[in-house]
């Protein structure tokens, strides 16, 4: 069986960015099996230390590499500059440090949490002030907030009634097969297109993580090598982000 959930997910990862419908609503999802971690970075800023800004920006650095983009989504909320409000680790570099402050807004909605991903041990999403109490050494990482789900457990703070619904980004992993599962609820369709805090965690309960991590909620973007989504990005610039996961090739 775990041989087969491991061909089932590296079967749906060839197929880029998947739209999947469930409890009502539609999510965009992309998912990266183990043979891909390797290849997924997380990216802020250019040569010159200044924000790449957007996706055009992720492009021309990528472009000066030698890479392409595969995948690429917007990473954790952010404050102006455009800078990460939390934690973020390029290349095993911290270039913000971990936030254990109190404030308002998604990202303080506590537990809030960090993703992290090394090539040696693998992919993880604890909560911030577990994190903070080892030292750890990951290659990227990225703090954000809410924490969706904790060892399968749903945020205190969410209710399965709230009327707050809107366009959701976050990231998870499947505990089965450690795949890291990148998810966008649909924004054109305004009914399925809208999902509370509550159901995004359900969802991702349904697809199998136990630890899920909020990113940024209705500038969320997501593009693949044929794909941008929401399905009006194309007619219109790049949404302003600080740091982007992009999947290289």
């Known amino acids: 069986m775990r041989h087969l959930l491991f061909l089932i997910t590296a079967i749906a990862a060839a197929h880029g960015i998947e739209p999947v419908k469930y409890e009502g609503a539609l999510y965009h ?4 099996p183990p043979g891909g971690h390797s290849r ?22 990528l472009a000066t590499e030698g890479k392409k983009i595969a995948f690429a989504t917007n990473a954790g909320l952010y404050e102006k500059g455009p ?3 939390g934690l973020t680790i390029i290349e095993g570099r911290e270039l913000v440090p971990l936030q254990l402050g109190e404030g308002f807004g998604n990202f303080y909605l506590k537990p809030n949490g ?15 002030t577990g994190y903070a109490a080892l030292s750890l050494r990951p290659r990227l990482a990225q703090q954000s907030g809410p924490l ?5 457990a749903i945020h205190p703070a969410f209710r399965a009634d709230s009327p707050n619904k809107r366009q959701r980004s976050a990231v998870g992993i499947v505990a089965a097969t450690k795949e890291v599962v990148f998810v966008m609820s649909d924004r054109e369709d305004r009914v399925q297109g809208r999902v509370t805090f509550h159901q995004l965690s359900r969802f991702f309960l349904h697809i199998g993580c136990q630890d899920a991590l ?3 909620g209705d500038i969320s973007e997501m593009m693949d090598t044929t794909t941008r989504l929401p399905a009006d990005a194309a007619e219109r610039p790049t949404n302003t982000f600080a740091g982007m996961f992009v999947l290289v090739e």
């Open 214 to 216: 909020y990113l940024d």
């Open 114 to 128: 960090v993703f992290f991903l090394d090539d040696k041990t693998g992919p993880g999403i604890m909560e911030t």
């Open 40 to 61: 997924l970075e997380l990216r802020w800023l250019d040569a010159a230390g200044q924000p790449l800004v957007h996706f055009g920006g992720l492009k021309k650095q």
């Open 148 to 152: 969706l789900l904790r060892k399968g």
């Open 29 to 32: 999802v992309r998912r990266i």
């Open 83 to 85: 800078r990460p409000c």
